[in-house]
């Protein structure tokens, strides 16, 4: 039987976790359904040594680290199913609803990207769902205490449509996937989902929150290998500029900075 999606996997020097996200997949969905990609972008641990001699996978090696999105992409040329699933390396399964979302999203033809619920380790929910990343959303979160400009968790237990998802588990078939050119490959580490979702949106295609499906994500367990926590935020700024053009991130930011200024000095918090 031809399997029902293609699970796609970039990984760097996150052996272990990686290792166990394909445990999770392998305990909990069933037999044949899922094939599985790992895309290995250059890393220097164990994983080549792993994850090469390990039967039931695809292991792709790039010879260095080549960004998320063109893992995915790389990923995607050994896909063989209709539908493609891209996954952090730090994504744990709990249970088999995976395979509830997959059949909603065949089900509804107007779904161009669809994610399930995340929580952290200790099974709290962990918001992956973005607002309009707008001047005027992060002026009313950061100057008036309005959130709508972070990420959050709808609450809510049916599928819904929102405006973004977080690209760390997300579900696309393969006719969508090809119709927005993939991902695009200019953006080396975040805003790449973004841009995903904003080029789903000009095709009238809907981006659901699934909150039925569940998935742990070890939040940033790869990111910390990038840079230390207290300049964790600089990563941002070259994907943030492509989003949003140099004018638009910098008066943005200008925002965020200065509220948090305005906060601290007022002893304000939101």
């Known amino acids: 039987m031809k399997n029902q999606i293609s699970i796609i996997i970039p990984t760097w020097n996150t052996c272990k976790i990686t290792l166990k996200c394909l445990n999770t997949i392998n305990k909990f969905l069933p037999k044949n359904f899922a094939q599985i990609i790992v895309v290995d972008n250059g890393s220097t641990d164990d994983t080549q040594k792993i994850f090469s001699k390990l039967s039931g996978i695809t292991y792709i090696e790039n010879s260095s680290n080549l960004g998320f999105s063109k893992a995915n992409n790389i990923g995607v040329k050994s896909a063989t199913a209709n539908y493609f699933l891209f996954l952090n390396s730090d994504m744990e399964l709990i249970d088999d609803s995976i395979v509830d979302m997959v059949n909603y999203a065949k089900s509804h033809q107007n779904i161009g990207l669809i994610g399930p619920k995340l929580l952290n380790p200790d099974l709290t929910p962990q918001g992956s769902v973005f607002p309009p990343q ?31 998802i977080s690209g760390g588990a997300v579900l696309i078939s393969r006719d969508d996937f090809n119709k927005v050119g993939g991902w695009n490959e200019k953006y080396l580490f975040y805003y790449e989902d973004l841009e995903l979702c904003r080029q789903i949106r000009k095709f009238d295609k809907s981006i ?38 140099f004018l638009e991130h910098t008066f943005i930011n200008f925002i965020i900075w200065s509220g948090q200024k305005w906060q601290k000095l007022f002893g304000r918090t939101i």
């Open 134 to 164: 707008t001047p005027i959303n992060a002026f009313k979160e950061f100057w008036l205490g309005q959130k709508t400009y972070s990420k959050y968790f709808p609450e809510l237990n049916t599928p819904a449509a929102v405006w973004a």
């Open 208 to 245: 659901i929150y699934y909150p039925q499906c569940r998935i742990i994500h070890q939040h940033g367990a790869s990111g910390t290998l990038i840079a230390d926590s207290q300049n964790q935020w600089r990563r941002l700024i070259p994907g943030s500029i492509k989003y949003h053009g």
